[in-house]
């Protein structure tokens, strides 16, 4: 029953790419009306939220942006940075959201950068103290528990994730509207980009969640 449930897990987490890959392609060929880059709208953003110490950087590759809370800065993808299209404000305006988040100490941002540390660290032993604690369980049971331990504050991480990437797309469509930047169809379709880039983030913590329950149940059945 378990693999079922991890195939179709699987299949909802490709649907839900190659969803939001379509959505981005589609709303990069939407050009906004006033002409604004990617670059222009993170700029703004950033100014009339008083952020004069956040720096905007482009970074290769595809779906790759990102805020950097270490330091300060909000990280476009070449076809978002140099973009003006619906898709290129919308992820502008999401990645600012961080960086409006980190400037008024949202919560759950500064739950998650703790955990970052954490995360890191459990991520790079975790497959190799569950892989022997499999292997061990029967003489050494507690190395297998230290695994799933690992592996849960990963799965931690993924629904703290949730609520940040949610407010970040809530604030940035928020301001994108007050400020003029989108409306009427445009704004509903940065809302529709949004919406499917906040499912991967779902996807992701349903698919941990799962993983984590798989190996709770091998270390209770190899124990009883």
């Known amino acids: ?65 990102h805020y950097n809370p270490a330091n300060h800065t909000v990280n476009l993808s070449k076809d978002i940075y140099y973009g003006n299209s619906v898709a290129a404000a919308a992820v502008a305006a999401h990645e600012c959201g961080h960086a409006v988040q980190h400037a008024t100490a949202y919560s759950f941002l500064q739950l998650r950068s703790k955990l970052v540390p954490i995360v890191s660290f459990a991520s790079n032993i975790m497959p190799w103290v569950l892989l022997a604690g499999i292997a061990t369980i029967e003489i050494f049971p507690s190395l297998m528990l230290i695994g799933i331990i690992l592996f849960a504050t990963t799965t931690l991480f993924s629904f703290v994730t949730l609520p940040v990437e949610i407010d970040a797309s809530r604030r940035a469509l928020a301001w994108l509207n007050k400020a003029g930047i989108t409306s009427g169809q445009i704004h509903d ?13 779902v996807v992701a913590a349903i698919s941990s969640l799962g993983t984590l329950i798989y190996y709770i149940l091998i270390y209770n059945s190899r124990r009883n």
């Open 189 to 201: 379709q940065a809302k529709d980009a949004l919406k499917s880039a906040a499912y991967t983030y």
């Open 1 to 65: 029953m378990i693999y079922i449930i991890f195939g179709i897990i699987a299949l909802i987490s490709y649907v839900v790419q190659i969803n939001l890959r379509n959505k981005m392609q589609r709303y990069s060929k939407v050009h906004l009306p006033n002409g604004m880059t990617g670059r222009d709208v993170a700029m703004r953003m950033l100014a009339q939220n008083g952020l004069t110490n956040v720096q905007i950087t482009q970074v290769d590759g595809y779906l790759t942006d």
